[in-house]
């Protein structure tokens, strides 16, 4: 029996919204702030709104002979994450030290003279080439290979590359970089077309993930209480444009009708049913399979590794390891649990409360780490951060979600760690054109 009602958990998680505002407005740190509304959208959210019937639970047909989803069992996945949810803020706050200081982007004129044709130059040349990629990838399903097993996952993740390159330019045109009109219009260019490559039913996640990094990298230099206003409005954006796209798979609905289904969609989280995602879970864990006990994060290491070298790979996700779609159609299948379904099935709820309190602790060491660093450097990592939060929290198969993260922003880590001594000590240094503004002064 559940230890605990609705209201009582709605609450907890309204309360956790309500201290991540407040946190922001004295640290200027947004991190808790997007993983508790994104978190209270998911859980409590969804199910409330499937219970007073704006929506319905997620149905798999006969498909495993799962039993079908109740308000009872979700309200005890709820449990579960919302626990997550307390371990994942109280660890990060205790762990959190810096108050992030606001940005004065005055440009680096050496740094930046260095980069922005490199950027635009990697933009210009990757366009073409995810064109390419996307026709290949198309050109082999059709020819009856299975999209998760029979195709490159490079090549099938390669597009992702853009969510990279938007956060590159946007960050180097934030603190000035782009000199000329002719540079600007250029760096236009490869957002626009940044815009229409990750915008559609099927990369929408692309397109949230730069949105996101973008409204970070913009609001940098603005005081924490014009930042709150800006991640709400984007916020509200984000949910608008994701059930658009969601809406967008039906291809006969166009017009007001489609307005009206995305509409009907974001009040009823149909795009967020990772609540389902976990309750489906449940009866998997341990009931079909044995808790994996940190494999699933071992699994981070061997995704790399090619299925070509390595035929035998152990598959990833709960749906694979049952046998339930392997080989079968273009794809593969299952309902995202959020994060802390993934941690379930580590370790049930002993698992929930040790990763999340260990991916608390990495999280605010990371944040930490961008109050010590080169202005430039710490605004590209916040972006990149709140960007991977999304997918993170989404959960569903780690080793997949990391897949993404390396995939989406390989060119940012590549710039970090080719200047990491110069991001390392520059800020410090005499004379540096880069000046921090106390947060205090601008509160």
């Given at each position: 029996?559940?230890l ?7 609450c907890t998680?309204?309360?956790?919204i309500l201290?991540?505002g407040?946190?922001m ?6 991190v ?5 509304s994104?978190?209270?959208?998911v859980?409590?959210y969804?199910?409330w709104?499937v219970?007073?019937g ?5 149905t798999?047909?006969?498909?495993g ?5 109740t308000?009872e069992?979700?309200?005890?996945a709820l449990?579960?994450i919302?626990l997550?949810?307390i371990?994942l ?14 940005i004065e ?18 933009g210009l040349f ?6 390419i990629?996307?026709?290949?990838v198309?050109?082999?399903v ?13 090549l ?6 853009l969510?990279?390159i938007a956060t590159?330019?946007?960050?180097v045109?934030k603190?000035?970089?782009f ?9 236009f260019l490869?957002?626009?077309g940044?815009?229409?490559y990750?915008y ?8 949230l ?11 940098s ?11 709400s409005l984007?916020?509200i ?8 796209a969601?809406?967008?798979?039906n291809t006969e ?23 389902d995602g ?11 399979l ?15 590794i090619p ?14 390891k049952l046998?339930l779609t392997?080989n ?9 649990p959020?994060?802390f379904?993934d ?7 002993i698992?929930?409360?040790?990763f999340?309190?260990?991916?608390g ?5 990371i ?6 660093i080169?202005?430039?450097a710490?605004?590209?990592i916040r972006?990149i951060?709140?960007?991977c ?7 569903g ?15 940012c880590f ?6 990491r001594k ?9 004379g540096?054109?880069?000046?921090y503004?106390?947060f205090?002064?601008q509160k």
């Amino acid at each position: 029996m559940p230890l605990f009602d609705f209201p009582e958990l709605a609450c907890t998680q309204i309360a956790l919204i309500l201290f991540s505002g407040i946190w922001m407005l004295r640290r200027n740190d947004e991190v808790p702030l997007i993983i508790s509304s994104f978190l209270f959208y998911v859980s409590s959210y969804r199910y409330w709104a499937v219970t007073n019937g704006l929506g319905s639970w997620v149905t798999l047909g006969k498909l495993g002979n799962f039993e079908p989803i109740t308000s009872e069992a979700a309200l005890v996945a709820l449990h579960y994450i919302v626990l997550g949810h307390i371990c994942l803020i109280t660890t990060y706050v205790l762990c959190h030290k810096q108050t992030l200081p606001i940005i004065e982007p005055i440009g680096d004129r050496f740094l930046l003279a260095w980069l922005y044709p490199k950027a635009i130059r990697f933009g210009l040349f990757c366009l073409p080439l995810i064109l390419i990629a996307r026709n290949q990838v198309t050109a082999q399903v059709a020819s009856g290979k299975s999209l998760a097993f029979g195709v490159s996952s490079y090549l099938y993740l390669f597009p992702m590359v853009l969510v990279g390159i938007a956060t590159l330019i946007l960050c180097v045109w934030k603190f000035g970089g782009f000199p000329s009109q002719q540079s600007k219009i250029m760096a236009f260019l490869i957002l626009a077309g940044v815009s229409y490559y990750t915008y559609s039913p099927y990369t929408r996640f692309q397109f949230l993930g730069w949105l996101i990094a973008s409204s970070i990298i913009l609001s940098s230099s603005y005081r924490s209480r014009t930042r709150l206003i800006i991640f709400s409005l984007v916020a509200i954006l984000s949910i608008g444009v994701f059930a658009v796209a969601g809406a967008m798979r039906n291809t006969e609905v166009t017009g007001d009708a489609l307005n009206q289904a995305a509409l009907e969609r974001s009040f009823s989280a149909e795009d967020a049913n990772m609540l389902d995602g976990f309750v489906i879970l449940q009866q998997v864990y341990p009931k079909r399979l044995d808790y994996s006990l940190g494999m699933d994060h071992l699994e981070i290491l061997m995704r790399p590794i090619p299925r070509a070298w390595w035929p035998e790979k152990p598959v990833g996700g709960y749906m694979n390891k049952l046998g339930l779609t392997i080989n079968k159609g273009a794809g593969t299948l299952g309902i995202s649990p959020t994060l802390f379904g993934d941690f379930y099935g580590e370790g049930g709820a002993i698992g929930i409360i040790f990763f999340s309190v260990a991916y608390g602790m990495i999280l605010a060491n990371i944040v930490n780490c961008c109050a010590r660093i080169h202005p430039f450097a710490s605004v590209l990592i916040r972006a990149i951060l709140c960007a991977c939060l999304i997918p993170l929290l989404r959960g569903g198969d780690l080793p997949g979600i990391f897949a993404w993260f390396g995939m989406a922003f390989w060119p940012c880590f590549l710039l970090l760690w080719m200047k990491r001594k110069y991001f390392r000590w520059n800020s410090f240094s005499i004379g540096n054109p880069y000046l921090y503004t106390s947060f205090e002064q601008q509160k």
